[in-house]
């Protein structure tokens, strides 16, 4: 069992489409982050949420840290090729030293 | 390029093998970690060092080490390597030992036949 679900693990959309993607614990976390991989790269970081409720944008990228600060969101408006990639969410439980946890991903592919 | 680098890119080698993995930190980052990702198992943590000492140890196989030199670079040892052990191998790096970023490197490829 994966300490950070993420949903769905395959998404293919036509170009311009909307989409939203999910990580879900049932830990809490200090900080979450989101990175985008591509084939035979390393994963690139996009954004950090620590607080609870906290919303950052990225350009088309909407990112929300669940109240709880169990779970996470990450919305793409207006999808393009460029975003196709592994998205992958990350976090750092509360409480001492504790290292990262990687979600296993959201593999999505952007049609032209 | 997040300024982390590996070597090498690609490596082929036999079962029983030994083989070492080499990564250079961003300029001014002092933790080091290393990851292996694989199709079913997702970007698994090994091992992190912070300046040369050893910081945090995730599911790292008692057939691997590593250690981070006063350069800060970091090696990876894989010995008796199995057909499983086929995987990327991605180093990151971080300034802080205790860190909400990472930034990655490009991984090593090794494929054991």
């Known amino acids: 069992t994966q300490l950070l679900e993420q949903s769905p693990q395959f998404l293919s959309i036509q170009e311009g489409e909307n989409l939203t993607v999910y990580c879900n614990s049932s830990?809490?976390?200090?900080?979450l982050q989101w990175y985008r991989q591509e084939p035979g790269e390393g994963p690139v970081l996009l954004v950090t949420v620590v607080t609870g409720g906290e919303v950052k944008k990225l350009k088309r990228l909407t990112f929300q840290f669940g109240d709880a600060r169990k779970d996470s969101s990450l919305h793409i408006t207006a999808a393009q090729p460029g975003d196709t990639g592994l998205y992958l969410c990350?976090?750092?439980?509360?409480?001492?030293?504790?290292?990262?946890?990687f979600g296993i991903g959201t593999k999505l592919q952007v049609i032209p | 390029d997040s300024g982390v680098t590996q070597t090498p890119k690609h490596l082929i080698t036999a079962t029983g093998q030994r083989v070492t993995l080499r990564c250079s930190p961003r300029?001014?980052?002092?933790?080091v970690y290393w990851y292996q990702q694989s199709l079913d198992q997702g970007l698994q943590f090994l091992i992190q060092y912070y300046n040369g000492e050893e910081r945090a140890k995730g599911n790292i196989l008692e057939r691997f080490s590593a250690q981070q030199f006063p350069d800060l670079h970091s090696e990876l040892n894989l010995s008796s390597l199995e057909l499983g052990d086929s995987a990327l191998y991605f180093c990151?790096?971080?300034?802080?030992?205790?860190?909400?970023?990472?930034?990655f490197g490009p991984g090593t490829r090794l494929t054991v036949t």
């Open positions: 830990s809490v976390f200090s900080s």
């Open positions: 990151a790096s971080s300034v802080a030992p205790v860190t909400h970023e990472q930034y």
């Open positions: 990350a976090g750092r439980r509360s409480g001492g030293y504790q290292k990262v946890t």
């Open positions: 300029s001014g980052d002092l933790s």
